[in-house]
Structures are given as structure tokens and as C-alpha cells.
């Protein structure tokens, strides 16, 4: 950790006055649930780029003197380390927003139960920041924990009321349900006293969606498995039986001999397309 936060303030040293500074690029950074500075971040990302493209120059300039490798140009040495430092740059533009889809998974699967935690606290009668820092010392969720121990800091460390401090969090939030769960029982408080009943309603609306989510996915793992009996049993059975026939009348499949065939797919096309299934069926379900 420290040593993360020293390549930070070096990054920012070195590179903290030419970070582009795009007003949209910034509201973008700021919810993408990256915890660090908009400037030290682009700090670090062309500190990285420059680092890794010196790297590249110096091997590439080694390999030319050390082992004079003729495929290795002038313009080959100079145009690898400039793609490489347009391509770091671009990976760290687009992390963002990889971090922003999956945060906004995280605290989407944890809300019912931030939800829950929330209304059994207010259940008592404590004034809403209190229901905010206690549900921030038990929720498990480490974005939501995060973003409510903020609400619960701007309150108790700046001196702002409730309604500014989670309207100034609210700006970093990527998840807007729950920008607005918090925004809605904050009102329902003023207006009610409690957000008991809000929150009561907001977990039967997550409570709905959540059978929905669940029968979506009962229906894409039926035709899932249909698609995987499909490619992985029947189609090599049917495969086989081609071949062994075009064997028998000697004739070869694609002027491959039999053996080169039953290699190539138990030991490669099988497990590739089991991999790829694998890896597909992963995305498809989340956590």
C-alpha cells in the first residue's frame, strides 16, 4: 500500500501538469469506482505507458547491436515503443470502465440485503446518519461499505448535513438504484420520520426482479445444456461416425487420415469448444 501511494505521488510529480483534464472524462472517472484521484490516476497511467515503452526501446535497441538482427529497422524501433505507449494509455482509459461494470454488479447483488440491513436499523428510531454509519459497520459489501462510511465522513469530518453529504457521494456512485435509495430515505425520513416503509417497498420491487433474474437464467441454462450436449456428445459421435465410414471406404476427410482426426479432436477441438462453453457459461451466470 505504501508503496503503491509513493508510485503515485511520483507519477503525479512527473506527469500531474499534462493529464488531459476533459470535463466528461472526469464525471466518467469519478463513478467508475476506481478509489484513486482522477490526476494521480492518469499520473500513474502515463508513468506506466513511458516505463514500459522505455523497456521496449532499450531491448529492441540491444537486440539490434547485441545480436544484429536484420528484421529489426529503424522504423521497426521506433514505431514498437510508441504503439506500445499508445496502447498502455488506452488500457488504462478503458479499466474504468471494466471497474465501473463490475462495482455496479457487486453492490446490485448485495442491495436487497443493504436494503434490509437499512430498515431494520431505522426500525428503532435513530436519526438517518446513524442508520447510515451503523449499516456501514455490518454490510459486507465493500463498495457499499465504502461509499456509506463517506456519507457517514463528509457528515461527522467536514460538518455537512445529511442531505449535502450524500448528494456530494451520490456523484461517485456508479449504481444509480442506489443513489436513489439513499436520496428516497433520506425524504421519506423528513417526511415520515422513518424509511422503514420505503425501504420495505423497495425490498418487495427487489425482491420481484430477483425471481425474474432467476427465471432468465433457469431458461438460458436450459438452452445452455442443450447447447452443450449438442457440441460436446452428439456432434463428436456424428464426427466419428464420418470419418470411420470415409476410412472404411478409403477415402480421407480433408486429406487428414483417421488417427490425425480422432487426435485432433479428443485432444484439441473438444477441449477448446469445453473451454470456451466453460468460460461463456461463467459470464452468463456471474456470481
Known sequence: MALSKSLVRVSYALFGRIVPRSKRLIEHYRKSGVFLTYE????LAFFTASLISVICLASLVTLKLALGCPFLSIIWI???PISIF???ICAFLVYPSIKRAYVVGRISRHL????????IISASGLPFERVLEDTSQIIPEKYTKHYLS???RNIKLFGMGTEDAIDEVVKTIPFERLSNILRSSLYATKTVGSPSEYLRVEMEKLREEKIRELDRKITSLTFFGEIYIT???VSPLIFIVIISI???LGVPFLGLPTEAWLNLLTFVIV???????GIFLDLLMGE
Request: include cysteine; proline fraction near 3%; charge should be neutral.
Open 231 to 233: 457440441l460436446l456428445v
Open 78 to 80: 521506433a514505431i514498437a
Open 246 to 248: 470415409l476410412s472404411l
Open 271 to 277: 477441449p477448446t469448444m469445453a473451454i470456451a462453453l
Open 150 to 152: 463517506e456519507i457517514i
Open 112 to 119: 436487497f440485503l443493504t436494503c434490509g440491513l437499512m430498515r
Open 40 to 43: 494521480g490516476y492518469m499520473s
Open 86 to 88: 499508445a496502447l498502455t
